[in-house]
C-alpha cells in the first residue's frame, strides 16, 4: 500500500505539471489569436487626426516599415477620414533628423500641405509615441483620433491608448513589411511578450 501510495503521488505531480502546461500554452495561443484578430480589423472611420507611430529612420530615409505606416497615414488623409496627421517618433542614436521629421519631408513630397501635418520629436518607443502625441493633439484641440500602425502591434497600440485616455481607433497597414512566416512570428512572439510584461510593468 505504501508503496503504491508512494508511486500514486509523482504521477498525481506529472498530471498537475501536465494540465499547468496545457492552461498556459492555451493562454498564450488565446492572446496571440486576440493580437492577431485585432491587426486584421480596420476600424478607420471619422477622426479629428491620424497618428502615425514612429518606426526606423535611415537619416532622411524611412525604413520599409515606416514608409508603409506613413503612406498608409496619408491615404487616410487624402481620403478625407481625418484633415490633420501627426507623425511620432525621436532621434536614434546619433541621427541627424528625428523619425517624425523624415515622415513629415516623406509627406511634404506625397503633396501633404505643412499646415496638416503635426509632429513630436522626443519618444523612442510605443508608449512614448502616444504620450507625446497625446501632448501634441491636446495642445491643438484634437480629440479622437486613427492610430496607424503594423497589424501585429495594433493591440498593443490601442490597449496604450485607453491608459493613455486617448480616444482612438485603429488602422493597420494593409501593406505591413512584415510579410514572411518567420518576420510575422517573431513579430507576434515579441508582442506576446510586451502584453505580459505591460501587465506588471510600466511601459517607458
Do not use: K
Request: aromatic share 10%; with cysteine.
Amino acid at each position: 500500500m505504501r508503496r503504491r501510495r508512494r508511486h500514486a503521488r509523482p504521477r498525481r505531480r506529472l498530471r498537475w505539471l501536465l494540465w499547468l502546461v496545457l492552461l498556459v500554452a492555451a493562454w498564450l495561443l488565446g492572446v496571440a489569436a486576440w493580437i492577431v484578430h485585432v491587426g486584421n480589423r480596420d476600424q478607420a472611420g471619422p477622426a479629428d487626426a491620424i497618428v502615425v507611430l514612429g518606426a526606423a529612420a535611415y537619416d532622411t530615409r524611412p525604413s520599409p516599415v515606416f514608409t508603409e505606416r506613413i503612406r498608409h497615414g496619408i491615404d487616410l488623409y487624402e481620403h478625407g477620414y481625418a484633415p490633420t496627421l501627426v507623425f511620432t517618433g525621436g532621434y536614434g542614436d546619433g541621427a541627424r533628423f528625428s523619425e517624425s521629421q523624415v515622415a513629415r519631408s516623406f509627406a511634404l513630397r506625397e503633396g501633404v500641405p505643412n499646415e496638416a501635418i503635426l509632429i513630436e520629436t522626443l519618444s523612442r518607443t510605443t508608449h512614448q509615441n502616444l504620450l507625446r502625441a497625446r501632448d501634441v493633439l491636446s495642445d491643438h484641440n484634437l480629440q479622437r483620433v486613427i492610430v496607424v500602425s503594423d497589424p501585429l502591434h495594433m493591440a498593443r497600440a490601442l490597449r496604450l491608448c485607453r491608459q493613455l485616455g486617448i480616444d482612438a481607433i485603429g488602422s493597420p497597414t494593409p501593406s505591413s513589411r512584415f510579410r514572411s512566416f518567420r518576420t510575422q512570428w517573431r513579430f507576434l512572439a515579441r508582442e506576446v511578450y510586451f502584453f505580459h510584461r505591460d501587465l506588471v510593468v510600466t511601459p517607458d
